[in-house]
């Protein structure tokens, strides 16, 4: 047995002994299985899927906010680590949604907010190129009127942002509801006097191809799992 395998199951059994969900507990410090998956996701580690899978199947089984949403722990900025994947299907390069039915210009902004399930759709290869290339990040604000996400993208050449129209509600308290209403890339060298090109398609043109939704399974301090409409699950520790 290896050593992985030997940490992975010490940090199990230490979780099967936190609080049951719906009891507050307060996240201060890193948990040994946040510990665990925070290794395994480390700046230029190749993680196994079901390793990873391990771990936040136990993160979500564990105690932690029993209504995510709703928890002031869920705003502020979080920085993309892991996403789950699929194989690439040729066929379908922006990938699929779970009717299988192609997405169309979805696939240019589905990386940010769901990708696909490993049973039936493929994932982007868009979004395995943003994973795995370029530093993700998260921003959500649900105080007051104004509730945003905001997903920015860095790369060599500059930023890809992608803002949306946030809403929770008591009834779906793990769920973050959101429409895509503002697209662009800051270019980092301008170009003609040009720094920011727009989204190709205005947001409004595209119906409901612009909607979608992240339910958290955990949250705690440090780190937020989340699963989009489309079924790909992310990992985000706090910036």
């Not at 480390?42 to 564990?62: C, F, H, M």
């Not at 039936?120 to 921003?139: C, E, G, H, K, N």
Request: hydrophobic share 40%; glycine share 8%; proline share 7%.
């Amino acid at each position: 047995r290896s050593t992985g395998d030997d940490m992975l199951l010490t940090a199990l059994a230490l979780a099967i002994r936190t609080p049951t969900r719906g009891v507050p507990v307060q996240m201060c410090a890193t948990t040994p299985l946040e510990e665990s998956l925070l290794t395994l996701l480390q700046p230029g580690s190749t993680p196994v899927q079901e390793e990873v899978a391990k771990i936040t199947t136990a993160l979500a089984a564990s105690a932690g906010q029993d209504q995510p949403a709703l928890s002031p722990l869920i705003e502020g900025e979080w920085v993309l680590l892991h996403t789950s994947k699929s194989t690439f299907d040729a066929r379908n390069p922006l990938g699929k949604r779970e009717d299988g039915t192609s997405p169309g210009l979805e696939g240019a902004f589905a990386a940010l907010s769901g990708g696909a399930q490993v049973a039936a759709p493929s994932s982007s290869p868009i979004q395995r190129a943003l994973v795995d290339a370029f530093s993700v990040t998260q921003s959500i604000t649900l105080q007051g009127s104004d509730k945003r996400v905001l997903q920015s993208v860095e790369t060599p050449l500059g930023t890809l942002r992608l803002g949306a129209r946030a809403s929770v509600s008591s009834e779906q308290p793990a769920r973050i509801s959101f429409t895509f209403d503002e697209g662009y890339f800051a270019v980092r060298a301008p170009l003609f006097g040009v720094d920011r090109l727009p989204y190709p398609v205005p947001f409004r043109l595209l119906g409901k191809e612009a909607e979608g939704y992240l339910d958290t399974v955990y949250l705690s301090e440090k780190i937020r799992i989340s699963v989009g409409n489309k079924g790909t699950q992310f990992v985000l520790r706090r910036a």
